[in-house]
């Protein structure tokens, strides 16, 4: 009886079958862990990116919020500016003598010799006016006046020289040259030694018109004007 020969296999299949796997050579495990580190880098390059384009879309949505409120606040700006009296607690080292007191309404202020200042949107007595330093301002600013806070109802320039009224409403220009206005007035009694209405010399309202000449920005903006009553005199050391 013949005996059955084990057929052999090929040696490459041999050593395929024995290992598993045919061992690499150098250039082969090379070239393997360059390709796995260029997907590594892909991915990081896509997370990145991914990361960037959703940095920029936050960024655009947050600046357009801002700048929808920025626009709509800008239209419904009022400025107030109302002269207040100077106190001695806020000014403890000034005083002030020989006082023009102009009342508390138009006509009190009419029977004591008091002019109604519209720069200053203040009645002061006609010792402080200077009625070409307000003309001068008026003609230049060319403002225009109304009753109403929408500014629908427009008050004629004359009836606003008159003074005769609460609160007027005006543009935003008005209140930056009523501040460039008072400091001239502060350096027109300086130079000549006349007397002063006593909110213009007030130490907060001329920092307050400083700052408004440097950050004030005009556009859009509405400005109340109070028709007030002030006082005239010199100002001096305690």
Known sequence: MMALKQAEAPSG???SLRGGYKKLNSDEE????HHASQLRFQSRSHKTHHFHVLAVFILLITSSIFITIFFLNKGNHVEYHNLRPLSDSANPDISFSEWSNCGQTALEALDKGCVFDLMLSTWIHESCYDDE????YL????HTYFHDEDMVYEM??????RGEYKTLWTDG???LRHCVYLMDMQLRSYKTGRPIEVSI???EHTQHCVNMTLWH??????TKIHALHGRCGFPKKR
């Open 13 to 15: 299949l041999q050593d």
């Open 30 to 33: 090379g070239d393997d862990q």
């Open 133 to 136: 330093m307000m003309n001068r």
């Open 139 to 142: 003609l230049e600013g060319n």
């Open 156 to 161: 004629p320039e004359e009836e606003a020289r």
């Open 173 to 175: 220009e008005f209140h």
């Open 201 to 203: 010399y007030d130490f």
């Open 217 to 222: 920005d005009r556009d859009g903006k509405k």
